[in-house]
């Protein structure tokens, strides 16, 4: 049995796995003071842990002290890498890269081995192209929902209004309106441009995962929502390590 791990930078996914099968999923809050609280106790049963992290050198010895609290198994911290498996990064330096958009590519990679869209919905929106032959096209970090919620109430304070989940994009009526329709016309904008470049460069396939993965889908992204995409990467990576 194997653990695998993905601490984005506010939640910890988690997975148990025996070979190929899946055997419990679950997802907390990063900063619980039990990430890990949901977890079957299945203390000698796991034989090694693997963690894609984009936290900090600091973050990461507190989540491997969580880890100890389930398991003295060995622990692996999986960074991105240059190239694995026909995908190649484009980054100079790929410890630059986050690992979860590393390992998010590298599991549709392996699922389709052609041209695609990744988009990752979440604390961040991240955009990436990969072509036909593997490599990496380059992709873009914007501000997710959250943070721009809260940037307009932080550095907004003024205007006041309640949040929402809206979806509606025409010109709002009301201060509310504005903030909350303005939002989802935001990202169908963004959405708007995806597409305009899966279609320029011939990409085929967008993938979409993330905690706002159903939001952008319901405002027009027309994509494949695929959920534990990183969990699929590191377990692939993982997997092959503990044979080697």
Request: with cysteine; proline share 3%.
């Amino acid at each position: 049995m194997i653990l695998l791990i993905d601490a984005g930078n506010t939640r910890v996914k988690w997975r148990l796995a025996h070979g190929s099968v899946i055997q419990a999923e679950g997802v907390s809050v990063l900063d619980s003071p039990q990430p890990f609280s949901g977890l079957p106790v299945l203390e000698r049963e796991i034989h090694s842990v693997g963690v894609s992290s984009v936290g900090s050198e600091a973050g990461q010895r507190g989540l491997e002290r969580a880890i100890r609290q389930i398991t003295p198994a060995p622990v692996s911290f999986y960074g991105s890498e240059a190239q694995r498996d026909g995908l190649l990064n484009s980054y100079r330096d790929v410890s630059k890269m986050g690992s979860d958009r590393w390992y998010a590519m590298l599991a549709c990679w392996q699922s389709v081995r052609a041209g695609f869209a990744l988009v990752d919905a979440g604390s961040a929106v991240t955009v990436d192209y990969v072509g036909e032959d593997g490599c990496h096209l380059g992709g873009f970090i914007l501000p997710g929902l959250q943070m721009m919620r809260r940037s307009l109430k932080l550095d907004a304070a003024r205007i006041g209004f309640e949040f929402d989940d809206q979806l509606d994009t025409r010109p709002g009526r009301s201060t509310g309106e504005c903030a909350n329709h303005g939002l989802a016309w935001l990202t169908q904008g963004i959405i708007r441009q995806i597409h305009s470049d899966v279609a320029g460069s011939r990409l085929g396939r967008i993938f979409l995962t993330g905690g706002d993965a159903h939001r952008f889908h319901k405002l027009g992204l027309k994509a494949d929502i695929r959920e534990g995409l990183v969990l699929d990467g590191v377990q692939a990576v993982h997997s092959l390590a503990c044979t080697q």
